[in-house]
Each structure stands twice: as structure tokens, then as C-alpha cells.
């Protein structure tokens, strides 16, 4: 059955007209005005309708498009659907939708980086310098696939759909995305992207050692000065190592050793390996060919990247990205810059609408730092954690607690106003209930 044009203007009234959704998705739409594309080419499902229902389903976390469709249809119970299967399977698969996700997305980040906290701000030492985590994570397919391994004969990933999330350490959010469904390397992957972060001047990145690729890094840091810190892997081979001074500051706490060496495989380029025990005793040994920063930083930093990694939790068990929408890469692409854009507007709502006013996301916070009490006194920590000294220079979490999503799949459709966000809301923030 075709969808219905008109319903559909009728049901997107109800879903975002003076509603929590309406102002939650607000700032991507009016990035689309920043965005160059023919409004007029999408007729069945207009670019504003695409990404509202997009990060509605994200945020219900509705796997399949069928529960959306159903829900939607009680919303207004009249004859026909308000969307086809077809119309939304065409959309998702659009190479022009991505492009044009792709631009809301750059101008949310900017809005985001202009108004939200720089949670690096506190440190000097990398004022003007991006910094960037990086790390892989895998996708079902859709049930609509039968995905071929190169053991049957195929290229498919038998892990999954390939995910690589760029995340701004900054902003706390992910900001683009390679999608891959070969069985390719990550740091292959990484290679091939045309992330605008790989050739921006002095930009910083922390990697997993999945990605350590001397050669590669070299070229990034001879022309654009870009640098990186990962983990030591054990199978690197270092020709040379000559022990470098270790300033005796708080900053430094913890750092055992901090040696320039010469990997067999990174040429004559001089490179760092710090040898670093963290609170709760775990003894990490970290390789960079970051020069400048002082080794307890490079641990801080690298530290952080574990924190991102929460970023995933959240996309895998709150938002519908665990599963592909669509057996087309494009349509892959489509459902993760969906994601993105998402998190996005999770992270300007919160802004707008409670720190502002002085509200963070206590719960998380609170949780957050009893793991890491926890942690430091345990040598088995799930995750080592950096000197305490960091500690009161960097209080975010990039886990989104549950309740704040639930917030939103139960109120997306009350009336926005403050007393709304007073009740129910803004507790949230603060304590389980």
C-alpha cells in the first residue's frame, strides 16, 4: 500500500508540533537550511520528515521498521499507512540523503562546539588541538540479508557489519563514521575514510592498537602534524631506546618510564613509549609520536578513549544501531549518521535544557565515580584510571544514562513546556528513581 502524502503531513504535525520530539529535533532541522540541496527532489518523505522519524526510531529503540509503522498508525487511526515500507527502504538507501546527513551533521557539530562545555578546556598544554578517539564496533545484519563469509566464498564480515566511529573529545559525542562491510582491517578502514579530522593540522588521536601503523602515522604527522597514542603491542620491534627525564609533578604522577625509541617499521621517526601504572595498579605501556606533551598527559588522554567507549553502550543497548535497518551499505550509512545526529541532539537538549541551568547528568556522574573509587582500589579494575590529579580537571561521562532516553520515548509527545522538564525531567539527571 503507497503512502499516504497526506497523512503523513498530518501525522509529523502531531509528532513534533509543540512537543518535547518537535523540540528535540529542532536544531537538525534548521542545520538543513545550512545544508545546499533541492528540497522539492524528496516527495514522498521529505529531508525533515527522513531524520525525524530517523532519530525517533533511535531513540524508541525500534529495531524493526515495523513496530515504528504500527505505532505510528495508532497515532492517527484512519485508513492506509502514514509511510509505506517501500518509500522508507528508498529513502535509506539514497546516496543524496547521506550527503545531506553528512552537512547537518558538520553543522550540529558546530552549534554543539559553540554553546557546550569543552571538556578540554582545563588543559593548556592542548589549546587549538583536536582530539579525536577512534575505535571499531560491529553491527548485525538486517534479517532481510544472508550474509556470504569468505569461508563460503563471500567477502562478508562473518563478525558483522563494520562500524568506525570518529568521536570528538571535546565535544563527548561522535561526529562521523566509516561504514564497512567487507572483511577489511580496521586499520585499513582507517586508511581509506575521508574523515576531515586526518589531514586537519595538529590534531591529536587516540587509537587502539588495532591501528598502529608506523608508516601511516609518519605521513599524517610529516605533513599535517598529526599525531596519535595507542597501546605498546608486544610484536613491535624497537631498534633503539634512550630513557628521557621524567618531570616530578602531580601531572606526572604515576609515570614509570619515558623512553624515545625506533620502531623497525616506522623508519628513522623518533617515537615514545611510556611505561605508566595507573591507581588502581595496573601497569600499561603506551607508544606515541607525540613529542611535546608531558608523559602523564599522553596517559590521561589515552585513558579517555576507554571512557568514549560508553558512547557504544549507548548506541547498542538504548539506541536501535545494534541492528542494520537495511541490507544496502548506503542504507548502513544512513542508520549510523542517524545515530550520530541523535547523539548530537541528546547532547545540545541536555545543554539547553539543564546545564544551562546548572543541572549536569548527575546520575551518570555519580556512577561514573564510584567505578572509578572502586577501581582504584582494586589491581583488577575493568579499567585502569589516571592519576587523581585529573580527576578534578575532567568531570564528564559520555554514557547517557537510561533514564534520560526513557525521558524521551515516554514524553515525546507531551506538550513542551518547563514544568514538564521540572517533574520529570530534570530528576532524572540527578539520582535513579
Known amino acids: ?67 515504528q509503522i504500527q505505532e505510528l ?7 492506509g499507512p502514514p509511510l509505506a515500507r517501500s518509500t522508507w527502504s528508498d ?12 552537512g547537518v551533521i558538520q553543522r550540529l557539530q558546530e552549534v554543539a562546539s559553540r554553546n557546550i562545555a569543552d571538556r578540554l578546556e582545563n588543559f593548556s598544554c592542548l589549546a587549538g588541538r583536536s582530539v579525536y578517539a577512534v575505535d571499531g564496533t560491529y553491527q548485525k545484519e538486517s534479517c532481510h540479508y544472508r550474509k556470504i563469509t569468505p569461508r563460503q566464498g563471500g567477502k562478508d564480515n562473518p563478525k558483522g557489519h563494520g562500524l568506525l566511529p570518529f568521536f570528538d573529545a571535546r565535544l563527548g559525542c561522535p561526529v562521523d563514521v566509516v561504514v564497512e562491510t567487507d572483511t577489511t582491517h580496521e586499520v585499513n578502514v582507517l586508511k581509506s575514510s575521508k574523515f ?72 628513522t621517526a623518533t617515537w615514545r613509549r611510556i611505561t605508566y601504572c595507573a591507581s588502581n595498579g595496573q601497569k600499561l605501556i ?12 599522553i596517559a590521561f588522554l589515552f585513558l579517555r578513549r576507554w571512557d568514549e567507549e560508553k558512547c557504544f553502550d549507548t548506541w547498542k543497548n538504548d539506541l536501535s544501531a545494534n541492528k542494520a535497518w537495511g541490507y544496502k551499505k548506503v542504507s548502513i550509512e544512513n542508520q549510523a549518521l542517524l545515530a550520530i545526529v541523535t547523539s548530537l541532539l541528546i547532547a545540545i537538549f541536555l545543554h539547553e535544557h539543564a546545564e544551562s541551568y546548572g ?55 507531551k506538550t513542551m513546556d518547563y514544568e514538564l522538564l521540572e517533574v520529570e525531567f530534570w530528576p532524572l539527571l540527578k539520582q535513579y528513581l
Open 1 to 67: 500500500m503507497p503512502c499516504n502524502t497526506n497523512r503523513l503531513v498530518n501525522l509529523m504535525k502531531i509528532l513534533t508540533h509543540n512537543t518535547i520530539l518537535g523540540a528535540f529535533i529542532k536544531p537538525a532541522i534548521d542545520a538543513l537550511e545550512y545544508v545546499r540541496f533541492k528540497p522539492g527532489i524528496f516527495k514522498a518523505l521529505t529531508m525533515e520528515d527522513f531524520i525525524t522519524l530517523g532519530v525517533l526510531r533511535h531513540i524508541k529503540g525500534q529495531t524493526t521498521l515495523r513496530d
Open 359 to 413: 543541572i549536569k547528568d548527575e546520575k551518570a556522574l555519580a556512577k561514573q565515580e564510584k567505578r572509578l573509587l572502586a577501581e582504584s582500589k582494586s589491581s583488577d579494575g575493568e579499567r585502569p584510571t589516571s592519576s587523581h590529579f585529573f580527576h578534578g580537571l575532567f568531570r564528564f561521562t559520555s554514557k547517557v544514562s537510561k533514564q534520560v532516553i526513557r525521558f524521551f520515548k515516554g514524553c515525546f509527545l
Open 91 to 102: 529513502a535509506m538507501a539514497s546516496v543524496h540523503r547521506r550527503d545531506i546527513l553528512r
Open 73 to 79: 498508525f495508532h497515532l492517527d487511526p484512519v485508513d
Open 196 to 267: 576531515q579530522g586526518l589531514s586537519e593540522k595538529n590534531a591529536l588521536f587516540l587509537v587502539d592498537r588495532g591501528f598502529i601503523d608506523a608508516p601511516f602515522w609518519n605521513s599524517k604527522k610529516t605533513k599535517y602534524s598529526i599525531t596519535m597514542i595507542s597501546r605498546m603491542k608486544t610484536s613491535l620491534v624497537v631498534e633503539s631506546s634512550e630513557e628521557q627525564p621524567v618531570a616530578a609533578t602531580e601531572e606526572n604522577q604515576g609515570v614509570l618510564k619515558d623512553e624515545h625509541i625506533i620502531l623497525r617499521s616506522g623508519g
Open 286 to 297: 603506551f607508544l606515541t609520536n607525540e613529542l611535546i606533551l608531558e608523559p602523564g598527559m
